[in-house]
């Protein structure tokens, strides 16, 4: 179904669309988003209703903006019906980022995130080292105590148990 | 400039394009890629030229197939040309996103770094809850040996060294 053939077709469907419908089966009573900003009609089998409800205008407005109505008919067209609705959510998504960041859009919240990937990794893997380390120091410690400690058991030495000495992460 | 009112008018620049230049000074010699896909005369102020060269055909065929050529050029003309080639690089990374994940796209990316920054923050929270665990077990033992060797100089405690048992991360 070729939706661009009927863009700029039809009036509106604002105030006449209820008795409209009741002579033209195959037009909904409210249309689309989509076909209301269209200005065409909005068939019964509209491959966009679905995902652009009347109530939520905006959200075609930006997707459109950015890809084009007969760029998102065809990503839709290309998808089983199931992977529709993730498909409309991305790419009203990816519009809503390049509308605000024109320049970087979603590659540059990709560039941000990656770059906070790094420093964590960076930053987990000195704890990590921070935590051998000591683990090591402990151990030695450890030992010293119970050389010193092997000849008076009534010495305070409770908190050497090895319920919390262990090893730490797993 | 409009430059949607010539596509498709012209035929093709591939051989002619050389002689063709001798009698329209507008018309660059090579066109850039965007205009030898779109089949349309490549001027000399073509804002496409300079981020689409005639040796990379395919960043155009892909950015031109998510975003559509109007797009481009409306994305372009709106900013300065200082961020143009930061822009085109963002928009060829998307389209190339979508292109691979025609469901979830660059968002779907974004999803997947955001899994792994929560995934991260909570790996670095627990490395350093270990770490001051650690380090508070390691103080009390410190203590304990200090206390246990205060009259015994001779003992060996030189892994006591504050260099080594002091705060490990700042």
């Not at 209820?18 to 988003?33: L, Y």
């Not at 491959?47 to 930006?62: C, D, G, M, Q, R």
């Not at 998808?79 to 024109?102: H, I, K, M, W």
Request: proline share 6%; glycine share 4%; net charge positive.
């Amino acid at each position: 179904m070729d939706y661009s053939d009927t863009i700029g077709t039809t009036a509106t469907f604002s105030a006449a669309s209820s008795s409209f419908s009741q002579s033209t089966p195959t037009v909904v009573v409210s249309p689309c988003a989509a076909c209301k900003i269209l200005r065409r009609r909005c068939a019964k089998d509209c491959v966009l209703a679905p995902y652009f409800p009347p109530s939520e205008p905006l959200k075609f407005t930006i997707a459109h903006r950015v890809f084009g109505a007969s760029n998102i008919i065809k990503f839709l067209l290309e998808l089983p019906e199931c992977q529709r609705a993730d498909a409309v959510s991305s790419l009203v998504y990816e519009a809503n980022a390049r509308t605000r960041d024109p320049v970087y859009g979603c590659a540059g919240a990709i560039c941000r995130l990656q770059m906070q990937v790094s420093e964590l990794q960076a930053q987990l893997a000195k704890a990590r080292a921070d935590l051998l380390n000591l683990q090591c120091q402990q151990a030695k410690l450890r030992a010293f105590v119970y050389k010193e400690t092997s000849g008076s058991p009534q010495s305070n030495t409770c908190f050497l148990d090895h319920n919390n000495a262990g090893p730490l992460w797993t």
